[in-house]
C-alpha cells in the first residue's frame, strides 16, 4: 500500500495511493476485526444446526423391491432432519451384495432393514442325452462327476 505525501501536489498521486488520514482509519478498521482471527468462524447456532442436519442420501426417484442399488446415479444429497443411513453405511452393504428388500420412494432414506442379502446362483446347463456316453455329465472322474470339474475349472 502507498501513502500520499502530504506535503507534495502530484498529478498522479491520488490514483495509487492512500492520503495518511484514510490509511489510519484504515489501519483502525483492520485492527478491529484483527481479534476474530482466532476465533471459531461458525457460532453455536450454525454449528447445532449443521449438527443436527448434515447431508443425507435420498432417492432421485422411486426404487422398486429387489433392485440393485448405483452409488452414482440413484442419489442425491440434502441436509434433512430425516434419519437414515450415510453413504459408507450403503456402500458396504451394496458392496455385501445386498438389494432393496422394500419398495422406496422419492425423497426417502435408507434403514438397514430396507435391504437383504442377495441370493446368488448359477445355472450350469448340460446334456445327458449323448450317444455315444450316456449321462456323461453326471459319471464319475475320479472322485467328482464330471460337471463339478468343470465348475471347479
Not at 12 to 25: E, R
Not at 43 to 62: C, G, H, M
Given at each position: 500500500?502507498?501513502?500520499?505525501?502530504?506535503?507534495?501536489?502530484?498529478?498522479?498521486?491520488?490514483?495509487?495511493?492512500?492520503?495518511?488520514?484514510?490509511?489510519?482509519?484504515?489501519?483502525?478498521?483492520?485492527?478491529?476485526?484483527?481479534?476474530?482471527?482466532?476465533?471459531?468462524?461458525?457460532?453455536?447456532?450454525?454449528?447445532?444446526?449443521?449438527?443436527?442436519?448434515?447431508?443425507?442420501?435420498?432417492?432421485?426417484?422411486?426404487?422398486?423391491?429387489?433392485?440393485?442399488?448405483?452409488?452414482?446415479?440413484?442419489?442425491?444429497?440434502?441436509?434433512?432432519?430425516?434419519?437414515?443411513?450415510?453413504?459408507?453405511?450403503i456402500k458396504d452393504l451394496v458392496n455385501n451384495y445386498s438389494v432393496l428388500n422394500t419398495h422406496k420412494k422419492q425423497d426417502e432414506t435408507l434403514k438397514k432393514e430396507d435391504f437383504k442379502q442377495a441370493n446368488i446362483a448359477a445355472i450350469v446347463a448340460c446334456r445327458l442325452k449323448s450317444s455315444r456316453l450316456k449321462k456323461k455329465a453326471i459319471l464319475k472322474i475320479g472322485d467328482m462327476t464330471s460337471i463339478e470339474l468343470c465348475i471347479k475349472n
Open positions: 500500500m502507498v501513502i500520499m505525501h502530504s506535503q507534495l501536489e502530484t498529478k498522479y498521486d491520488h490514483f495509487s495511493s492512500l492520503k495518511y488520514d484514510t490509511y489510519k482509519k484504515f489501519i483502525a478498521e483492520q485492527n478491529k476485526y484483527l481479534a476474530l482471527t482466532g476465533e471459531s468462524f461458525i457460532n453455536q447456532a450454525e454449528k447445532e444446526y449443521f449438527d443436527n442436519s448434515y447431508q443425507i442420501p435420498v432417492f432421485k426417484t422411486n426404487k422398486e423391491k429387489l433392485s440393485l442399488i448405483d452409488l452414482n446415479n440413484d442419489f442425491k444429497f440434502r441436509r434433512s432432519n430425516l434419519t437414515g443411513l450415510d453413504i459408507n453405511d
